[in-house]
């Protein structure tokens, strides 16, 4: 007899694998702190050699490379390890592409605290971890933000200096809202001499930028407004004014207020540049930017994930007259509003 239109009787795998989704994040966190995908990627590719490169035991990493075949970070052929392309890209320290040191601030011990009082967050309605959350006055995660994400964002950082598009031979006066490490102001100095980069944050997390900037030999031009974004004076004529990742703290009436902050300090006909995540009208797509709203609730008092069309009545209501939104090919979008 044939099964053709019959419902396929449901089981319990889809639930027990997101039980112990905390597995694969320990395993990966443990690969990278061993620099398993190095050691894969400079040659060593069997259980012994492995081993030895990373200082671990032959039967801890046979184990754990395995686990990591299986969920598709490394490949197997006989006893031979290789790694998946975007392991090869992102993991092999060896990449101008590496981006492992995020691990150390995305499953952090902050984070994963927060995830296992998720419970109560959801009955509150925001996060449980104090009244203002991780935007507390000079709340020590974020000088962490700034170490281990500089490299991730660098890249990101230059996908948006090109949305934004630079003209190397223009005076560019640039406010970096809560820049934190800094690099997508650092960025958009190393590709225009002209640039003058104003980072806004608190005075510890400045430090790192700081940093950045000299490493990127644009020191010169970095110039630091510590202290918090709502309350410090952001001087004025600015011709752009960046906010990366900044607005889903926050509620709509404070994003609000301080868009009109932000409206105020550009010059006319400056642009405002907001990166987010933004989900589709339906908000259950596409994926990232939707179930990035767990994250939010999770860690801010009243922040949420929101839709181009609430951005942009917010940014309206702020004095903005066009705002433009930019799908970018990851994780994000930006939104470019003109004074």
């Known amino acids: ?15 027990f694998q997101a039980l112990n989704g ?49 969920q598709g970070f490394l490949t197997k052929s006989g006893d031979r390890y290789g790694l998946a392309p975007d392991a090869a890209a992102f993991l092999d320290r060896r990449s101008h592409t590496y981006i492992g ?62 949305v934004i598009g630079v003209d190397p031979a223009a005076k560019c006066k640039v406010l970096d809202i809560a820049a934190g ?27 790192v930028a700081k940093e950045n900037a000299e490493k990127a030999g644009v020191a010169s031009r970095f110039h630091a407004i510590p202290g918090d974004g709502f309350q410090v004076d952001f001087g004025s004529d600015y011709d752009l004014v960046l906010l990366m990742n900044f607005l889903h703290h926050f509620d709509p009436a404070a994003i609000e207020k301080f868009m009109r902050k932000t409206h105020a300090a550009l010059k006319p006909g400056g642009r405002a540049v907001i990166l987010e995540f933004i989900p589709n009208e339906d ?36 004095g903005f007259a066009t705002n433009e939104l930019h799908v970018l090919p990851s994780t994000h979008s930006v939104i470019i509003s003109r004074k």
């Open 1 to 15: 007899m044939s099964n053709a239109g019959q419902t396929q009787r449901p089981t319990p795998e889809r639930i």
């Open 22 to 70: 905390y597995q694969l994040t320990a395993a990966l966190k443990a690969a990278i702190e061993l620099e398993i995908f190095t050691a894969i990627g400079g040659g060593a590719d069997v259980p012994a050699a492995i081993a030895s490169r990373c200082k671990a035991s032959e039967r801890g990493v046979r184990i754990l490379c395995d686990f990591l075949v299986v």
């Open 101 to 162: 040191s995020c691990a150390n601030f995305v499953a952090s011990p902050f984070i994963q605290d927060e995830f296992r009082k998720l419970a109560d967050a959801v009955r509150k309605g925001g996060t449980v971890m104090g009244a203002e959350g991780s935007m507390a006055p000079d709340h020590p995660v974020w000088v962490e933000f700034a170490r281990l994400m500089a490299p991730m964002q660098g890249l990101m950082a230059e996908t948006v200096a090109k």
């Open 181 to 207: 490490h800094g690099m997508f102001g650092v960025t958009l100095a190393r590709h225009n001499p002209n640039a003058e980069i104003y980072a806004v944050d608190w005075s510890a997390v400045l430090d």
């Open 283 to 318: 908000r259950i797509s596409p994926p990232v930017p939707a179930t990035f709203g767990v994250i939010v609730l999770a860690t801010t008092a009243a922040g949420d994930v929101y839709t181009f069309a609430q951005y942009e009545q917010m940014f309206r209501k702020a």
